[in-house]
């Protein structure tokens, strides 16, 4: 790269990110490398699909994991950040079918070996765009690596899993109650469903004693179930309905005699204490039934449509027959009441299409055994989570969970391995298609479903180095350090992830798991399409820079919760970048006019010490932070740093050497400003890389880029409390000045002389630093004195820690002009007190005048009191000072 001196006036992002980023992946230090004279450091991305544009999640987790490598690439870690992409079955299959249907095509019009060409195709022509625009984030992922969730060895890790698992008896097939998507035509795990509150009804509906004039009633929140009840439930020990167990009531409308059974599932005081069973469409229903060996009766076709068993509703939408149900319930009298019920409801996470549990013939993973030990890895403290609070969430998924669905009714994915025999309907898994079945027939049909997405994704700490084969990736970089992901998919992928690499690897698959919330809008909003509030990471970057976004999704934020999303916060990181730019400019500058002569490290001032000691804190602090995840608090330590004591403070205090000292003074001011500038810039890339390499270049440096160069350590004899204390006692008193002056409203421009008046122990520490009081508090003149012998009698008076400062109020401000103006203000103050007070007085105003307009009297009224209680103070102020006694 670049070491040139010449900085340009002003830092503009778009002539300086896609450069640098080019040349930090043309010279491979992105890549890393078994070596075993580093520990490694690995960090797996959580693969975007290849639908997916970057969003503000996307920025924020990305942001993260590049710190957090970028920090342990400089600390001298093998860090890999790897990348890839995930298939993603459903969204890709839509995105595909959309695309068909525009013209005029279905995929049954294509067939599946075209519509998987078509699905390929698509994958080359969009699937690289969420990772070009994770480069313009700044990402510093191992491109050589990338990997594709169905990419050769990818795929091959998935049916060695597959095969594994169905050999030891972990995945079988059979009928069960699943969640299903009308819409996309699929069964949906149960991490994919989503709940959301939502009013509904209880129907209340009789259902006859078969030979009796009794009735019992059930309450059901979808009529259009009942069509395939095959049983009422009773609890054995409710004595109102004991007589019943055994008898038959008649299924309305479909004339069915259907039988009254004893479960002790039933709450008997919930509702009536009586429940239809419908053991096709609902969970504990289908269990009901298996044990009291019921009929299984689906009435739902897969598009949500009533099928041939619903009878005259046949053909109808599940919502259009339950109003037809409901009508004809009414009419035959058997309808009883309908009461408001605000209930869960479940819907499909890609599609928001209302879920239908239905049976279904489907792939499970047997989830238990698999879920034991993952449970006992978090348990044990072998995996953490960051923040510890989210535990609760994994164990109540993990020990709660049920048998996982993985089969999915679509064809761009992962194609089951499992093969039947065209001939006596043998079942056989196998890494490759059979030759021969045991009956001898040599033709078999491949099962037409593929996996659930997050079979695959289960799979990628591992899959992605090398395994099934004993790769020296695998065994270097596995188990990964840290997963760093949101905490909306602690189950959709966290947990499968753990269970997964135990499994297979016998080795957890990472140490800890990082938390972060979500990116909500400015009113605290989840960013969505229906409400238009979605921020595009790319337009923000375009705009103000990737330094500038990074910086404010950082700062401020901690593991774990929700953010606000603010362009004000992007707009104050923007103003940070040119902050740091100038000051860089400035020093380069300086540096210019020094060429030729040494910068030495001799003669150090306090600022100097004080500078150095307190860059020393920030590198000890900083690292102490990273390695806690506190990477909030490490942004805005540096931020802070960089803007208040560097540039606020520092640069400053300097000036005077730079411009009119000896080449002696000069050289050791910009030694220390280069020095703890290259070391903040240091501590600072891994959260804005791009500004920094950049000013990183124009400075004096060894090695080619900043970031590989060597993370900050703390050097101990640079360590001064001496010098942060005297510092402390100078700014103390500059800013107490400083602060005076504002008050009193003395223009920056007025001068005035400082008396300092200080134990001797302080006195050589004030006749040192005179300059810094010429230069950050306005002296025209600073004394140093031991006692306040010759105090003028109407100086103002300060008090700090260490000193008393007097200054002669003649120097701040002319005595009888500010006494006249006080004067004008208090009777302007008092004119307008007595209007504001005449209007709230009177009743009629108070009364008929809009409470608007009241309010803002009300309003007016408290202003002028404050207003009139600061002059009047400063009147008191002034004429204590005129009468010769200061302000002790």
């Given at each position: 790269m670049s070491n040139k001196r010449i900085i340009a006036k002003t830092y503009d992002p778009k002539q300086v990110e896609d450069r640098i980023y080019r040349e930090w992946e043309s010279k491979g230090y992105f890549h890393a490398e078994v070596d075993e004279n580093k520990e490694p450091y690995c960090i797996v991305i959580p693969p975007p699909n290849i639908t997916g544009q970057l969003h503000m999640g996307h920025a924020l987790d990305n942001t993260w994991q590049d710190i957090i490598i970028r920090w342990k690439r400089m600390q001298g870690y093998s860090a890999l950040w790897l990348p890839g992409t995930d298939h993603a079955s459903i969204a890709t299959e839509v995105k595909i079918v959309e695309k068909l249907a525009e013209e005029g095509l279905t995929k049954n019009d294509l067939g599946r070996e075209a519509f998987l060409e078509k699905a390929w195709d698509w994958k080359r022509q969009y699937g690289s765009r969420i990772v070009d625009q994770l480069k313009k984030l700044g990402s510093s992922c191992d491109w050589e690596r990338e990997r594709f969730t169905m990419d050769e060895g990818c795929s091959r890790a998935v049916i060695e899993v597959f095969v594994r698992l169905y050999e030891k008896g972990l995945i079988y097939r059979g009928d069960r109650i699943i969640n299903w998507c009308p819409d996309?035509?699929?069964?949906?795990?149960?991490?994919?469903?989503?709940?959301?509150?939502?009013?509904?009804?209880?129907?209340?509906?009789?259902?006859?004693?078969?030979?009796?004039?009794?009735?019992?009633?059930?309450?059901?929140?979808?009529?259009?179930?009942?069509?395939?009840?095959?049983?009422?439930?009773?609890?054995?020990?409710?004595?109102?309905?004991?007589h019943l167990i055994g008898k038959t009531v008649i299924l309305p409308l479909m004339n069915r005699e259907i039988p009254v059974i004893a479960d002790t599932y039933v709450d008997s005081e919930f509702g009536t204490g009586v429940v239809k069973i419908t053991p096709a469409h609902d969970p504990n229903d289908f269990e009901v039934g298996l044990r009291h060996n019921l009929p299984v009766i689906r009435v739902m076709n897969d598009d949500g449509t009533m099928n041939a068993q619903a009878g005259k509703y046949e053909a109808m939408d599940r919502y259009e027959a339950r109003k037809a149900i409901v009508k004809d319930l009414k009419e035959q009298g058997?309808?009883?009441?309908?009461?408001?019920?605000?209930?869960?409801?479940?819907?499909?996470?890609?599609?928001?299409?209302?879920?239908?549990?239905?049976?279904?013939?489907?792939?499970?993973?047997?989830?238990?055994?698999?879920?034991?030990?993952?449970?006992?890895?978090v348990r044990s403290g072998e995996i953490r989570f960051i923040p510890e609070r989210f535990e609760k969430t994994y164990f109540n998924w993990m020990e709660n969970i049920r048998d996982w669905c993985i089969s999915r009714q679509l064809w761009w994915g992962h194609r089951i391995p499992a093969y039947y025999c065209e001939k006596c309907g043998e079942t056989i898994v196998a890494r490759e298609a059979p030759e021969k079945c045991k009956c001898g027939h040599d033709r078999f049909r491949q099962d037409d479903d593929v996996l659930d997405t997050w079979f695959s994704s289960a799979l990628w700490p591992f899959s992605t180095l090398g395994w099934p084969d004993d790769t020296e990736d695998l065994n270097y970089f596995y188990p990964t350090n840290v997963l760093v992901t949101g905490y909306d998919i602690i189950f959709f992928w966290v947990a499968r992830m753990i269970f997964s690499g135990l499994e297979h690897r016998k080795e957890v698959p990472f140490r800890d798991v990082l938390i972060h919330g979500i990116v909500r809008d400015s009113q605290g909003r989840k960013m969505s399409k229906s409400l238009g509030n979605g921020i595009d990471p790319l337009e923000v970057i375009d705009r103000y820079g990737a330094d500038s976004l990074r910086m404010s999704l950082i700062i401020g934020n901690s593991p774990g919760n929700d953010m606000r999303f603010y362009y004000e916060k992007v707009e104050a990181c923007r103003n940070f970048c040119n902050k740091l730019w100038n000051a860089a400019r400035f020093i380069l500058m300086n540096l210019e006019n020094m060429q030729g002569r040494p910068l030495k490290p001799?003669?150090?001032?306090?600022?100097?010490?004080?500078?150095?000691?307190?860059?020393n804190h920030l590198a000890e602090e900083v690292t102490n932070n990273l390695n806690k995840y506190e990477l909030g608090l490490a942004a805005q330590k540096i931020y802070d740093f960089a803007w208040n004591e560097f540039c606020d403070w520092y640069i400053e205090l300097v000036k005077p050497r730079l411009y009119g000292t000896s080449d002696e003074a000069r050289g050791t001011a910009l030694h220390t400003l280069i020095y703890v500038l290259q070391n903040t810039l240091k501590l600072l890339h891994p959260f804005m890389p791009f500004i920094t390499e950049e000013i990183w270049q124009h400075l004096p440096h060894e090695g080619e880029s900043i970031m590989v160069?060597?993370?900050?350590?703390?050097?101990?004899?640079?360590?001064?409390?001496?010098?942060?204390?005297?510092?402390?006692?100078?700014?103390?008193?500059?800013?107490?000045?400083?602060?005076?002056?504002?008050?009193?409203?003395?223009?920056?421009?007025?001068?005035?002389?400082?008396?300092?008046?200080?134990?001797?122990?302080?006195?050589?520490?004030?006749?040192?630093?005179?300059?810094?009081?010429?230069?950050?508090?306005g002296a025209s003149e600073v004394v140093i004195r031991a006692d306040k012998k010759g105090i003028p009698a109407n100086a103002v008076s300060l008090v700090t820690d260490k000193v008393q400062?007097?200054?002669?109020?003649?120097?701040?401000?002319?005595?009888?002009?500010?006494?006249?103006?006080?004067?004008?203000?208090?009777?302007?103050?008092?004119k307008e007190l007595a209007r504001v007070h005449g209007k709230l007085s009177n009743e009629n105003f108070v009364k008929k005048a809009p409470a608007a307009i009241v309010q803002e009297e009300r309003d007016k009224l408290e202003k002028y009191r404050t207003m009139m209680d600061k002059v009047t103070e400063q009147i008191a102020y002034m004429q204590k000072i005129s009468d010769g006694k200061g302000l002790e």
């Open positions: 996309c035509k699929t069964a949906l795990s149960d991490a994919e469903v989503e709940y959301e509150e939502k009013q509904g009804y209880f129907w209340h509906i009789a259902y006859p004693v078969k030979n009796s004039e009794e009735r019992v009633v059930v309450a059901t929140t979808r009529p259009e179930t009942m069509l395939g009840d095959t049983a009422v439930a009773v609890h054995p020990d409710d004595e109102r309905y004991k058997l309808l009883t009441k309908i009461e408001e019920h605000k209930h869960n409801v479940g819907e499909c996470y890609r599609c928001s299409t209302t879920v239908e549990p239905i049976v279904s013939k489907q792939w499970f993973v047997k989830m238990k055994p698999l879920a034991k030990p993952a449970i006992e890895a001799d003669g150090l001032e306090v600022a100097d010490k004080w500078i150095i000691s307190r860059y160069s060597s993370w900050p350590r703390v050097n101990e004899v640079e360590l001064n409390q001496n010098a942060e204390a005297e510092m402390q006692a100078l700014m103390d008193a500059i800013r107490a000045i400083r602060n005076m002056r504002a008050e009193m409203e003395v223009p920056p421009s007025k001068k005035a002389k400082l008396i300092l008046v200080t134990n001797d122990e302080n006195i050589r520490l004030f006749q040192n630093t005179k300059l810094y009081f010429e230069k950050l508090a400062v007097f200054i002669p109020l003649e120097d701040l401000v002319d005595f009888e002009k500010e006494m006249e103006r006080l004067t004008k203000e208090k009777a302007n103050l008092e």
